[in-house]
């Protein structure tokens, strides 16, 4: 189930089950989602993105779905193993002052067990 | 391609030292490189972004005479922490972007700081 703590939420889901990860982003005027995976001690490492123009997109094993008029994003893993446990952000790219500049979510740490 | 180093990897500093921290786009010309910071159990939180040959654009909070940072070529980046202190100890993480792709940062592995 998940579970929301001090700081960073958390799944937890048996292997071989579908994950799905939830996230509000705050800008309505974000142009671009991102979604990363970050292991324990690394840096993100991409996954998957979507541009506002569309409302789902696949990867392989993945699916981001973006709701605009909530300002939601959720990341859908099928089949998930133990090597997707990480925690997961959702970033939005804003534009601010005529700059770019990714905002990232607090995350959710995915536990897969075995 | 794409790949993004940062230098060290980790690193134990005394209170009151200085700490330089690098980061490298090791196949590609990054106009513009972007230093986070990350507490435990915490996001990465934007500190400044580095544009090479310019001066660095600080978020709201971060000061900049703390958090030097210098991009003086088109692979590197380097965020130096002065006087550095025990709340300073953080995972630090730098990303880069290329100059005509402006939606995808590469990021780099991060450097653990640990200020005694």
């Known amino acids: 189930g998940e579970s929301v703590g001090l700081h960073l939420p958390t799944l937890s889901v048996q292997e071989g089950d579908n994950s799905i990860i939830n996230c509000a982003y705050s800008n309505s005027a974000s142009d671009y989602f991102i979604w990363y995976k970050q292991e324990s001690g690394k840096g993100p490492q991409f996954i998957i993105d979507i541009r506002s123009n569309m409302d789902k997109r696949q990867g392989q094993r993945v699916t981001v779905l973006l709701n605009k008029t909530v300002k939601h994003l959720s990341l859908q893993i099928a089949a998930t193993q133990p090597g997707d446990s990480a925690v997961y952000f959702c970033?939005?790219?804003?534009?601010?002052?005529?700059?770019?500049?990714?905002?990232f979510g607090k995350g959710t740490k995915l536990t897969v067990n075995p | 391609g794409a790949v993004v180093s940062q230098h060290p990897s980790w690193v134990i500093c005394k209170s009151g030292t200085s700490v330089k921290i690098e980061c490298r786009s090791l196949d590609f010309q990054a106009t513009t490189m972007f230093w986070y910071r990350q507490f435990p159990k915490q996001s990465l939180m934007l500190m400044a972004t580095s544009n090479e040959g310019s001066k660095a654009t600080y978020e709201q909070g971060v000061e900049k005479d703390k958090f030097l940072i210098n991009h003086a070529s088109l692979t590197l980046s380097t965020l130096t922490v002065t006087s550095a202190h025990p709340e300073d100890s953080s995972f630090y993480i730098c990303?880069?972007?290329?100059?005509?792709?402006?939606?995808?940062?590469?990021f780099g592995p991060g450097t653990r700081l640990t200020v005694l």
């Open positions: 970033a939005e790219n804003l534009t601010q002052g005529g700059s770019e500049k990714l905002v």
């Open positions: 990303s880069a972007r290329r100059h005509w792709d402006t939606d995808t940062q590469y």
